[in-house]
């Protein structure tokens, strides 16, 4: 089956770090774009980023470089989003989500495989 | 960068009738290939989001051929020809014409 499998929820203190992961199966997971997005409570999607597993090319979002880093483990099929050191503002579900592979010489962009979400809160 | 705006924020629908959300880019997002990277996506409650439409038109795989969508450059249209219960949830638009890709704020419909 074709899927990506993210990690569970997270509670977490102020200052603390976390990694969250992200796996990919039953595709090339070296082959594809992978996204970030975040949701905080009761709001809407931010691309955070995207992440080349071939390579482990990122680009960050304006609003989230230096916040977060990307990194991925080509040997295990998975991608990985951390903080250093946590806010209450990071509060949010975290979403991973595949880009769509390039037919014809045409890359969409757009995420056609999502994971199931990852909830972080973090609180004193 | 590109900021897309969406109207309206609230959309009530009667089932079996039709529902069209606007999205506006701040600039163009068709591509010297010809494409749009604009594409439209459904967050039903409790759900992840899930892929209905990209380079503007295209449906992604299994989305029913009731979902449908149109415009070009800085206007697009994603129009349902009869809604039904199963649709509601909150609809964004996404351009991915260059990073940072960004989501409009969200349509949320819901049936009367």
């Known amino acids: 089956e074709v899927q990506l499998v993210q990690s569970g929820a997270e509670v977490n203190k102020p200052g603390e770090s976390l990694k969250i992961s992200c796996q990919g199966s039953?595709?090339?997971?070296?082959?594809?774009?992978l996204a970030w997005v975040r949701q905080m409570p009761g709001k809407g999607l931010e691309c955070m980023g995207i992440?080349?597993?071939?390579?482990?090319?990122?680009r960050y979002s304006p609003s989230f470089q230096g916040q977060v880093t990307f990194s991925v483990d080509k040997s295990i099929n998975t991608a990985y989003l951390q903080w250093s050191r946590l806010k209450a503002s990071d509060t949010a579900m975290y979403y991973c989500?595949?880009?769509?592979?390039?037919?014809?010489?045409?890359?969409?962009?757009?995420?056609?495989?999502w994971g199931q979400g990852a909830m972080v809160t973090v609180s004193s | 960068d590109i900021v897309l705006t969406q109207s309206p924020l609230s959309l009530p629908v009667t089932p079996g009738e039709p529902a069209s959300i606007s999205c506006r880019s701040s600039?163009?997002?068709?591509?010297?290939?010809?494409?749009?990277?604009l594409n439209w996506y459904l967050q039903k409650p409790g759900q992840s989001p899930q892929l209905l439409l990209f380079?503007?038109?295209s449906r992604a795989s299994g989305v029913p051929d009731r979902f449908s969508g149109s415009g070009s450059g800085t206007d697009f249209t994603l129009k349902i020809s009869r809604v039904e219960a199963e649709d509601v949830g909150v609809y964004y638009c996404?351009?991915?014409?260059?990073?940072?890709?960004?989501f409009g704020q969200g349509t949320k419909l819901e049936i009367k």
């Open positions: 992440i080349y597993p071939g390579d482990s090319d990122a």
């Open positions: 996404m351009h991915t014409l260059q990073t940072p890709y960004s």
């Open positions: 600039q163009s997002l068709l591509y010297s290939n010809g494409y749009n990277y």
């Open positions: 380079l503007g038109s």
């Open positions: 989500a595949r880009l769509m592979s390039c037919s014809g010489g045409v890359c969409p962009g757009a995420f056609d495989l």
């Open positions: 039953g595709y090339r997971f070296d082959n594809s774009w």
